[in-house]
């Protein structure tokens, strides 16, 4: 049963520090999403990829997140420096373009709190 | 894309049909529907979609009136662990999906 993982699953860390999510997407798959989940704001679209190709990051800040896909196996997300308004849940979602349709697959999430 | 609206939320009786109506008035000919759900403290998970016909899988089928502009998610036999957010919405294929706010279904017992 293939899946998407994400680690670390949790996260706590002070102001100021740097924080590194990674994500695997299923085996095959060639777009790969980031989003963020708050009580407030609801699952909102930070980035996505195609082929390790970067196609939309409008929903990023862009002062403090970046996020890269090194190789096909692997996605970061990376926030420097945190601050405590990240504290959210962040998942990882990839899926297969080229077909009639497109279907994500969402990994568990990496919950995180700054404090 | 085009809005999609839904209950805030709806009850439903274990071993029942639960249907679960989005209405996307503005969906346009190329905007597919789908649905999603989140199990508390999971991610989402993908249940079906569909174009103009209506679609069936082993988790759900999905109804989308003739004009488009509606469709019905229907669980047919519900179980507590179908309580979640079910979100409805509306893309074209290869785009981003807007997430909304979903319906929380509560399966009772």
């Known amino acids: 049963d293939a899946r998407v993982t994400q680690t670390p699953r949790h996260k706590v860390t002070e102001m100021g520090q740097e924080v590194t999510m990674r994500c695997q997407p299923i085996?095959?798959?060639?777009?790969v999403f980031w989003y963020r989940q708050t009580m407030m704001q609801g699952l909102e679209l930070l980035a996505y990829?195609?082929?390790?190709?970067?196609?939309?990051d409008s929903g990023m800040p862009k002062d403090r997140f970046s996020a890269e896909m090194p190789d096909a196996t692997l996605a970061t997300l990376k926030i420097q420096p945190s601050e405590p308004r990240d504290s959210a849940v962040y998942f990882c979602?990839?899926?297969?373009?080229?077909?009639?349709?497109?279907?994500?697959?969402f990994g568990p999430g990496t919950r995180l709190l700054v404090l | 894309d085009a809005k999609t609206t839904q209950p805030t939320s709806m009850d439903c009786a274990e071993g029942r049909a639960a249907n679960l109506p989005c209405n996307h008035s503005?969906?346009?000919?190329?905007?597919?529907v789908y649905w999603y759900r989140q199990i508390h403290s999971q991610g989402p998970q993908y249940i079906i979609h569909?174009?103009?016909n209506n679609e069936t899988n082993e988790m759900a089928s999905l109804i989308i009136t003739e004009d488009r502009k509606s469709s019905t998610l229907i669980l047919p036999h519900a179980t507590l662990r179908d309580t979640a957010v079910y979100y409805c919405?509306?893309?074209?294929?290869?785009?981003?999906?807007?997430f909304g706010a979903g319906t929380i279904l509560r399966v009772k017992s």
């Open positions: 990829f195609r082929n390790r190709a970067p196609l939309d």
């Open positions: 503005t969906i346009s000919g190329n905007e597919y």
């Open positions: 919405i509306a893309g074209e294929y290869g785009n981003k999906l807007v």
């Open positions: 085996l095959g798959h060639n777009t």
């Open positions: 569909g174009l103009k």
């Open positions: 979602a990839s899926g297969v373009a080229g077909g009639p349709f497109e279907t994500q697959y």
